[in-house]
């Protein structure tokens, strides 16, 4: 069992910048491959970024290529989502996920496939 707490969000306006991050307690954080989703009021939960166990290979959706950046640090059993240019369709409760599943070796979008949730931090984008 593994316990992931978000912090870092918050009100910001258009063009300005975020970093969150997710904590994770436990020593099995270097095994887990991990991903960052959000949800907007009224949408459902969408992938945004994930990283894979040694931080060598990352994935995003398109919608934030060029303007997010996924990174872990696996001494610190933390993953990192650095946001930049932020827009108002950026607004949304922002989650870390943990994929515990040895054997896969890239990162999935499908939400179904992790395993532990954070509570979620707020990331509200004024234009």
């Known amino acids: 069992q593994v316990q992931l707490v978000e912090s870092g969000g918050g009100l910001v306006q258009a063009g300005g910048s975020l970093r969150l991050s997710c904590a994770a307690s436990?020593?099995?954080?270097?095994?887990?491959?991990m991903g960052w989703f959000r949800q907007a009021p009224g949408k459902e939960r969408e992938f945004v970024a994930g990283?894979?166990?040694?931080?060598?290979?990352?994935l995003y959706i398109d919608s934030v290529k060029g303007r997010f950046t996924i990174s872990r640090d696996n001494a610190k059993n933390t993953v990192y989502l650095q946001m930049n240019s932020l827009k108002p369709e950026d607004t949304a409760v922002y989650y870390c996920a943990a994929d515990r599943y040895a054997r896969r070796i890239v990162v999935s979008k499908n939400q179904q496939n992790y395993d532990y949730w954070g509570q979620g931090t707020q990331v509200t984008v004024s234009s």
């Open positions: 990283i894979i166990r040694s931080g060598s290979s990352t």
């Open positions: 436990g020593r099995t954080f270097s095994s887990y491959v």
